[in-house]
């Protein structure tokens, strides 16, 4: 599946990144060839700019988060970039705890990011710092819960079944 | 400000009052956009000064569906955020899980999903045509472009039963072999296309309406095309040449001759070329596709991923029990997340899958063409006159369903 393998030599990048930056690259993977990075939210802005401006890291593809609610920190939040001229691609990694999850806003290296900051903070409820507009964009402003959050339940309705007992359960708890 | 005396005012451009900004709702249902967008423009009489595209309205939540369903129910949900090309999103879905958990595809399952995925290209850019031709005016268009792209939901019809939401790939090949006859009756669309394409071009390509209304409207260099994250006909019409299947082949596309049309001023008219060029790249492809239609499996034989065949199961207990659990919990993928990514008539179209172990994606985020090329609207509108908004909204060509998932 030679598709997915990188063109570039993904170590010596890390490489790179890990002797400019010390502590703020906290670790790296290379999983079926994307390679991912993790880094100190402190250093995140730091490490963008120096993968835009020398590395050639100039087009974002999309920005999101994931949920690990046992994990702490609990989130995690991705940004992946390409190079157009390399054909390389890097994925951004950083965590966010509770209560108030925050990281830094890449908009300032990356103008498309600003959508997708929105998407994630509307969905995950994670505050991007420095970002210039931020208010929710897929759901309406007076939404309140964050959708895409592993305690923010879907199909929230259990079936009730025959030999279970229905007293003292309010028709609304059925539906949960 | 209420002048009561205007006879004593003095005259003069340097001397005329301020005009305020209107604020003009376009949307959620106007017929332009295309789905249900609504656009706030703020407006110095004729001319837009700033816009704010307010999404959503079609969001139906299909990220925190994928968690609830297993690979395979997953592929339903695909195919129903870009309703206009249901096919790529298919196999953009199957290729991440794939890519997650290590299958190979047989090249007849490949050549299927490719010919699937032109033929999604070409009906895609027919509805294009004839919907941005209504836009600005040229009705009859619209009529041509729906008869020609029924020719290919046709197809869709007669491979996998449905016209639309075909839903035909499994993760490791496809659901079905061909029809017996579907590759005569390709072949009779790949014939008739090129001379119903030469109509449409002749009726605007050299139509002196349509290039005024479409030439230096809406123009977006190559570097701010690529900071404001657009991909597909908008970022080549600009002059970047990039095209998925061009750098990163996949499902075979490094074995087809065909070109990346690239145009070189980033307007309304370019995007216009880009797309009418891209469908006569598409039946080139097709055409190679259905000379070279590789022999053999159309879904792998790896049982832990795909179903045995019927006639397996009165034989072999092994094929049942690989029946049962298929059906009822599906497979599982390793720990792990991958980034995957197909060329959509749209642009970049990228599914990010996380994995934690189970039979389910952990989490399922969709990178839609849609939602970053509508994100260049605000900087393509600025100082263009209301009606050019249309134009440009047009040549976008963003699908809503695909932007607000």
């Known amino acids: 599946m030679n598709r997915w ?82 054909k390389t691609r890097i994925r951004i990694k950083t965590t966010a705890g509770m209560p108030d999850p925050h990281v830094p806003s890449l908009t300032s290296v990356w103008p498309a990011a600003d959508w997708h900051e929105r998407e994630t903070w509307d969905l995950f409820g994670i505050t991007f710092d420095g970002h210039p507009d931020l208010r929710r964009i897929l759901m309406p402003q007076s939404w309140e819960g964050f959708p895409l959050r592993k305690d923010y339940v879907s199909f929230g309705e259990p079936v009730i079944f025959s030999d279970q007992k229905l007293e003292g359960l309010e028709p609304d708890a059925i539906r949960g | 400000m209420v002048k009561t005396d205007i006879a004593q005012e003095p005259i003069g451009p340097e001397h005329e009052p301020e005009t305020e900004w209107m604020e003009l709702n376009m949307g959620p249902h106007h017929p332009s956009t295309h789905g249900v967008l609504r656009v706030r423009l703020k407006l110095d009489g004729e001319i837009v000064r700033d816009a704010d595209a307010d999404i959503g309205y079609l969001h139906t939540g299909f990220e925190k569906s994928f968690e609830d369903k297993t690979y395979t129910q997953g592929i339903t949900f695909s195919d129903r955020m870009d309703y206009l090309a249901p096919p790529i999103n298919n196999v953009g879905f199957v290729s991440a899980v794939e890519k997650l958990i290590g299958v190979e595809v047989p090249p007849r399952a490949q050549a299927i999903r490719v010919i699937m995925m032109e033929l999604a290209r070409v009906a895609s850019h027919e509805l294009w045509l004839g919907t941005t031709g209504l836009d600005l005016g040229v009705y009859s268009g619209f009529f041509y472009a729906w008869r020609d792209r029924d020719l290919a939901l046709d197809l869709n019809e007669a491979y996998s039963g449905v016209r639309m939401m075909t839903s035909f790939t ?16 390709l072949q009779r669309f790949i014939d008739v296309m090129p001379g119903r394409l030469d109509d449409f071009e002749s009726m605007l390509t050299d139509n002196p309406i349509w290039h005024q209304r479409l030439e230096g409207v809406g123009v977006i260099s190559a570097a701010e095309a690529i900071d404001a994250g657009v991909t597909g006909p908008v970022l080549r019409a600009s002059g970047v040449n990039y095209d998925v299947r061009k750098a990163f082949p996949y499902c075979g596309y490094e074995n087809y001759d065909f070109e990346v049309p690239v145009g070189t001023n980033g307007d309304c008219y370019d995007r216009y070329r880009m797309r009418v060029a891209e469908m006569r790249q598409s039946l080139r492809i097709l055409q190679q596709a259905v000379d070279n239609l590789p022999s053999g499996p159309w879904i792998t034989g790896d049982r832990k991923v795909a179903l045995p065949p019927r006639s397996e199961l009165s034989k072999s207990m092994e094929a049942v029990i690989h029946q049962f659990r298929l059906v009822s919990e599906g497979f599982k993928g390793p720990v792990g997340d991958v980034y ?66």
């Open chain 1, 5 to 86: 393998s990188s063109a570039l030599p993904d170590d010596a990048l890390v490489q790179r990144i890990g002797d400019r930056f010390g502590a703020g690259l906290q670790e790296s993977s290379d999983f079926r060839g994307d390679l991912s990075v993790v880094l100190e939210p402190g250093a995140l802005v730091e490490v963008a700019n120096y993968l835009k401006s020398e590395e050639g890291f100039d087009y974002l593809l999309y920005a999101t988060a994931v949920d690990w609610p046992a994990r702490e920190p609990r989130f995690t939040v991705v940004w992946e970039v390409r190079s157009l001229a390399n």
């Open chain 2, 170 to 185: 499994r993760v490791g090949g496809v659901a079905w072999d061909l029809p017996d006859g579907w590759l005569d009756q």
């Open chain 2, 340 to 405: 995957a990514f197909v060329e959509s008539p749209r642009g970049e179209l990228g599914f990010y899958l996380v994995s934690d172990g189970t039979n389910k994606p952990y989490r399922m985020k969709v990178r839609p063409p849609s939602f970053c090329n509508l994100q260049a609207l605000k900087k393509l509108v600025q100082g263009v006159l209301v009606a050019d908004v249309i134009a440009i909204m047009g040549s976008l060509d963003f699908i809503l369903g695909d932007c607000d998932r």
